[in-house]
């Protein structure tokens, strides 16, 4: 089992940035591959950027390319995601997650509770 608990978010102007951060429990959190998604009103929830176990590897929605920047840190058992050039469209509650599937593979386990991020224009 693997617990989940985001922070960072709220509310910025469009330009600005923020960071979300993700703290999970357990002592096997370096095995898990990480990921963010978003969940913007009335849309469905959608993959945003992801990182292995390792932190070799990333992976980024076009949308997203660019500005946003996920990393990790196996030691503190946290993944973070750096938001920069925030946009009104990146305005959404964001999720953390952990999987134990292939890298590329868009299911995953574990959720966080969600943190909203509003960006006003």
């Known amino acids: 089992q693997v617990r989940l608990v985001q922070s960072g978010g709220g509310l910025v102007q469009a330009g600005g940035s923020l960071r979300l951060s993700c703290a999970a429990s357990g002592r096997t959190f370096n095995s898990y591959k990480m990921g963010w998604f978003r969940q913007a009103p009335g849309k469905e929830r959608v993959f945003v950027a992801a990182?292995?176990?390792?932190?070799?590897?990333?992976s980024y929605a076009d949308s997203v390319k660019g500005r946003f920047t996920i990393s990790r840190d196996n030691a503190k058992n946290t993944v973070y995601l750096q938001m920069n050039s925030l946009k009104p469209e990146d305005t959404a509650v964001y999720y953390c997650a952990a999987g134990t599937g292939p890298f590329r593979d868009l299911s995953y386990n574990y959720w966080g509770q969600g943190t909203q991020v509003t960006v006003s224009s």
């Open positions: 990182i292995s176990w390792s932190g070799g590897s990333t």
